[in-house]
């Protein structure tokens, strides 16, 4: 199979975000253990959002979030949402440009399979 990159825009705000976001975590893990060895987990948007959350080892998804091995977000979205320092703290990559950013064009060229939740 190819690469796979999952992107959560689920917010925090309700139930069905937070179910968008487990559902996104789940996948991740279960195609990086059973598929492809290369799955890329892209917060983006508000989804951003939930990095500050699942850093904390309290968190029920914690242990699951922590199996991911390539985890990215959005430096813009990131800031305008006030979770920046988050990311820095926690060592999650930062994308910056448009070359590296989560556009999916940029993506499919590099012949990944794009899931969003």
């Known amino acids: 199979m190819a690469d796979v990159a999952i992107i959560i825009l689920a917010g925090i705000e309700t139930e069905a975000d937070y179910a968008r976001m487990y559902n996104g975590l789940d996948a991740a893990v279960s195609l990086s253990q059973s598929v492809t060895d290369n799955v890329r987990l892209i917060f983006d948007g508000a989804g951003t959002r939930w990095i500050p959350r699942l850093e904390e080892s309290a968190h029920e998804f914690h242990d699951l979030y922590r199996e991911v091995a390539d985890i990215a977000a959005c430096e813009d979205c990131a800031k305008t949402l006030g979770v920046d320092?988050?990311?820095?703290?926690?060592?999650?990559?930062?994308?910056?440009?448009?070359?590296?950013?989560?556009?999916v064009l940029s993506l499919v060229r590099d012949d990944y399979e794009v899931i969003t939740f």
């Open 85 to 103: 320092e988050a990311l820095d703290a926690e060592g999650v990559t930062v994308l910056r440009t448009r070359d590296d950013y989560t556009s």
